[in-house]
């Protein structure tokens, strides 16, 4: 039998250059539903990229588009600016009931746009406003979305460099480990801020992932990020936590950073928080904070009342006890186990592991490797990308939702991967 290959023609032809994901994966895509996605040649896919963590529930939900398409079916309110609408309601109270009270977190909602990037952008605006100072302090490897402010404070020299101007007002300074445990954490930070001679002007807020997804799964540990809090405390600058790919229940809990036992000054929330890929996102601060000017920060997109809808579904269906949390623990203790064992095969001088919750990261010493088993997955039915400053990262981002058998059988196909690329 022929396989014919698929006619990306109209693709290569049309779309900008600038596309990537379909680079690697070489296909056209028809349907997905839960941990699936299939061609519209009608090959399977088993999905460990979960729309780069936007679809922690997985895909086409059936609780959740059952809500959407009730909604839709009676005219719901689609397009609605910063209007109160009862969707926005239903997902505040919701959110309110189910997320912030039970943790004890005093935020107030902010709906800055429908990317990770504009809820980035508003905070950094925010802890500008609120301290009357511009520096702000980010971390090595870090990522914090694709506009210019959110560049200013991402590690990345290729994305940096497709801002095409100078980035400033961004200090980066060393993440959790970043000297192999030869120094103290953060007595280099401290020092600059504690000498008038550094150069380092004031800086009005500190942000930080609290596992680099982009940089590499680099993990910081519950201690570090706790020292983070209290320098900032004494530093009298603000933390912000970008949670925008690790919250929403991918490390377990449901923000990343409640392991730590911290309570930040700003959090970051997108991709997941709609619960079926709808663009959303949400910028978190202390109501002492809210020093906004209505209609200071503005966007067309801001209230997405579909992504509402789903939203609060997915906290309903997952978020009213702890077994979306334990199911997710579990799973990651199966992909960690998987992935050491992968790893003594392998050499400990050829790969090694990283990960908590359900995203793990294995690294290769040689770097075009982690491309090449990127590759071959794909060719036995496995989607996974790759992250680090050189792609020298496979990165698994299942679905939280997958099931045991499915996570199994995804770790099977990237050992055979790692094998046939050896």
Known sequence: MTIM??????????????????????????????????????????????????????HNNPVLKRALLDYLERDGVTHGLDMA????????????????RPRDLPYKVMFPGPTGTNAVESALKLARKVKGREAVVSFTNAFHGMSLGSLAVTGNAFKRAGAGIPLVHGTPMPFDNYFDGTVPDFLWFERLLQDQGS?????????????????GINVARPE??????????????????????????????????????????????????????LPMSLCLFRPELDVWEPG???????????????????????????????????????????????CDESGAEEARCRGRGLVWGLEFSRAQRASEVCRRAF????????????????????????????????????????????
């Open 296 to 342: 200071e920060h503005n966007g067309t997109f801001r209230g997405n009342n579909p992504a509402f809808v789903t939203a609060t579904a997915a906290l309903h269906m997952y978020w009213t006890d702890d077994q979306m949390e334990k199911h997710t623990r579990a799973r990651g203790e199966q992909v960690g186990q998987a992935l050491l064992a992968l």
């Open 224 to 277: 570090w990020l706790r020292a983070l809090k209290e320098l900032c405390e004494r530093q009298d600058m603000l933390l912000i936590v970008d949670d925008i790919q690790m919250g929403c229940g991918r490390t377990g809990a449901f923000f990343s950073f409640e392991e730590a036992g911290i309570t930040p000054d700003i959090v970051t929330v997108s991709k997941s928080i709609s619960g079926y890929g």
């Open 5 to 58: 290959p698929p006619d990306l023609s109209i693709f290569e032809s049309l779309e900008s250059e600038v596309r990537s994901y379909c680079r690697d994966w070489p296909t056209v895509f028809d349907r997905a539903h839960g941990t699936h996605l299939v061609d519209e040649d009608g090959h399977r896919y088993l999905d460990f990229f979960a729309g780069a963590g936007s679809l922690n529930y997985g």
């Open 379 to 422: 060719e036995l039915g496995l989607l996974l990308e790759t992250s680090g400053t050189r792609s020298e990262v496979v990165k698994l981002l299942p679905p939280l939702t997958i099931s045991a058998d499915e996570t199994d059988e995804g770790l099977r196909t990237l050992a055979r991967a790692v094998r046939d690329t050896g």
């Open 85 to 100: 609408t009862t969707a926005k309601r239903a997902f505040l109270e919701t959110f309110q009931r189910l997320v912030l």
């Open 199 to 215: 150069g380092l002007d004031k800086p009005a807020a500190v942000i930080v992932e609290t596992v680099q997804g982009e940089g």
